[in-house]
Nanobody, 120 residues
Framework: QVQLQESAADLVNPLQTLSLTCTISGGSIATNYYYWSWIRQPPGKGLEWMGGIDYSGSIYYSPDLKSRTSIACDMHKNQLTMQLSPVDPEDTAVYYC????????????WGQGTQVTVSS
């Protein structure tokens, strides 16, 4: 059973960089044909897909966040990473990493999420 665990970030100052890591256990990030993504949920709002990377290393970004987001994976550490810069208080949200069987498939496996607050 694959498990996903997001790192903690807690409080980030505006204009700084948010860095998150998703550590994957019970499965390889390189396994055909899985698709790994970052998804967030601001308070009182719905889920927002930020971007993802598939088993071949192809990276996809939300057009709304592309200019500020960088997603990568570390095959050796079996980790998915995400950086968002610069951050704004509107980036306050619970951030999740998730896995889907393929690109455009529903996400079936989720991390527990990590709360990020952007505030000075």
């Amino acid at each position: 059973q694959v498990q996903l665990q997001e790192s903690a970030a807690d409080l980030v100052n505006p204009l700084q960089t948010l860095s998150l890591t998703c550590t994957i256990s019970g499965g390889s990030i390189a396994t055909n044909y899985y698709y790994w993504s970052w998804i967030r949920q601001p308070p009182g709002k719905g889920l927002e897909w930020m971007g993802g990377i598939d088993y071949s290393g192809s990276i996809y970004y939300s057009p709304d966040l592309k200019s500020r987001t960088s997603i990568a994976c570390d095959m050796h550490k079996n980790q998915l990473t995400m950086q968002l810069s610069p951050v704004d208080p509107e980036d306050t949200a619970v951030y999740y990493c998730a896995r889907a069987p393929r690109v455009s498939s529903p996400f079936r496996n989720w991390g527990q999420g990590t709360q990020v607050t952007v505030s000075s």
